[in-house]
């Protein structure tokens, strides 16, 4: 690799590899060792083609999320069996990993921007801007470079388009997928709104157990699938169907969220 290859963004990668390298090293013990992380689908990982694969997760903070996610992805291209032991698998990072987020979150101070350099595809929000609500067009630019980021590695994104569980699924998504085709692989995780703050950055409680799962692909017919029915599969398989509330009584909800916040782990 040159010293000043660029990604098709124009991010010199080597840059790109050491920002990943130095951001690894300082939050790997945000997901084992202040807290600890249970994986499940690290050979699912191993088994994707090395582009047009696009992860679609719920969401619960800003950067947490993303950042666990390059560290699973890493690990289990490294061989570990859902396992982050050993941060020495970030010495040789997939540098062709992007996520989807908000241009408004990303231009928000240093930090975010410095984030955005990791791989970060910045779009506008169609339906929320400095905290009111808007309507307007998607930007067209925005979908393209999805599809640019697609075809030259992994995009991850978060089709709720908030941190609020059980929101709407945004339709766009689905546009994205009939679009492009992608290889499209569920992941949910749990326990990072109970670690950090809204933003991922600061740890607000240690010993909780965290979780990510990794599913199989979604089977998708993107020809004849409609964008309603997309919307729908993805939201079962990321667990944010409105079904999974109809289901729990509010009074189980609310024992449950007293029991994960004594949901622990020993050392």
Known sequence: MGLFKENPFGHILFLKKWLIRI???????????????????SEIIRDLPETGVLFVSNHQTYFADVVSMFHVFNA??????????????????????????????????????IFAYA?????????????????????????????????????ITFPQGTTKPFKPIRKGTAHIIKQYKPIVVP????????????????????????????????????????????????EFAIEQHPSFLKVIPVEEIEAQEELNKMRKWEY
């Open 76 to 113: 289990s291209l490294k061989g570990r069996d859902d396992s982050i032991k050993n941060v020495g698998y970030l010495w040789n990072p997939k540098l062709n990993v992007y996520y989807v987020a908000a241009k408004e979150t990303m231009q928000s101070g240093l930090l975010p921007k």
């Open 119 to 155: 791989g970060a595809i910045t779009v506008e929000r169609t339906w929320r801007a400095k905290g009111e609500e808007v309507n307007r067009a998607v930007n067209p630019d925005d979908t393209k470079n999805i599809g640019i980021a697609l075809d030259d590695g992994w995009v």
């Open 23 to 41: 951001a690894g090293v300082l939050s790997h013990r945000r997901y084992r060792g202040f807290n600890e992380m249970e994986i499940e689908g």
């Open 187 to 234: 992941v949910v995780i749990d326990g990072f709104r109970r670690s950090f703050d809204k933003k991922g950055l600061r740890i607000k409680k240690r010993n909780i157990l965290q979780s990510m799962v990794i599913k199989e692909p979604l089977e998708i017919d993107y020809d004849n699938d409609s964008v309603e029915k997309i919307v729908e599969q993805i």
